[in-house]
């Protein structure tokens, strides 16, 4: 999953949702070093993508789309589960998104000290142009497959993948609505289990 799912999938906790944001610059045993809500949101964060790797309703999302992007599909996958939760975003929270994304970019910029190098760079683009927003809107997927075909010299030709989704739209509308039922579910136990392993 990509940014907006894995901040939703934290909860309310905000120390947690800021460990789950950043988990993927936390390598191996580097986790143990930061506060413990933070530990629990990292944590978290490789449990959900675990769970999302191997789950076959994700898997059947990667078939779909071109072979031409080889092991960049699980990545355009998240994009575009995103894409389909901040679009149907009133069917999982009574927050309305915008005022959702404002409440984490003001809290990404509380916590700006304690975030990795490469996370403090990104934020500041991410706030600037309201990324987790931007998600909604198609133009807004495509700017940032955009950019992370550019992060790969081209080799990924990520950017393409805009016309996957547009020639499958409710096909991964449908896999999403699905497989997300069942990531909540997941995640909310395991969170439970994680809570309950630092007492």
């Known amino acids: 999953m990509n940014y907006l ?17 950043m988990a993927d610059h936390i390598k191996g045993n580097k986790y143990k070093s930061y ?3 933070i530990q629990k949101g990292i944590l978290l964060h490789r449990q959900i993508d675990s769970f999302t790797d191997n789950n076959e309703v994700a898997r059947n999302s990667k078939r779909r789309l071109n ?7 699980g990545i355009i996958i998240d994009i575009l589960y995103d894409h389909f939760l901040a679009k149907n975003w009133h069917l999982y929270s009574d ?4 005022n959702y994304t404002k409440e984490f970019y003001t809290l990404l910029q509380e916590n700006y000290e304690i ?3 490469k996370i403090k760079h990104m934020s500041v683009y991410m706030i600037k142009d309201d990324w987790l927003k931007s998600y ?3 133009e807004g997927i495509r700017q940032v497959l955009s950019g992370m075909n550019r992060r ?3 080799k990924s030709q990520m950017d393409q993948a805009i016309h996957d989704l547009e020639d499958h739209y409710d096909d991964f509308e449908a896999d999403f609505i699905s497989f997300f039922d069942v990531l909540r579910q997941f995640a909310g136990d395991k969170l439970l289990e994680i809570n309950k392993s630092f007492q």
């Open 115 to 117: 975030l990795p190098e």
């Open 35 to 37: 506060p413990q809500d």
């Open 67 to 73: 072979e031409r992007y080889g092991l960049y599909r």
């Open 152 to 154: 790969t010299g081209g």
């Open 5 to 21: 799912a894995h901040i939703y999938l934290s909860g309310e906790n905000e120390l947690l949702k800021i460990g789950n944001f």
């Open 95 to 98: 927050t309305q998104l915008e």
């Open 136 to 138: 909604a809107q198609i």
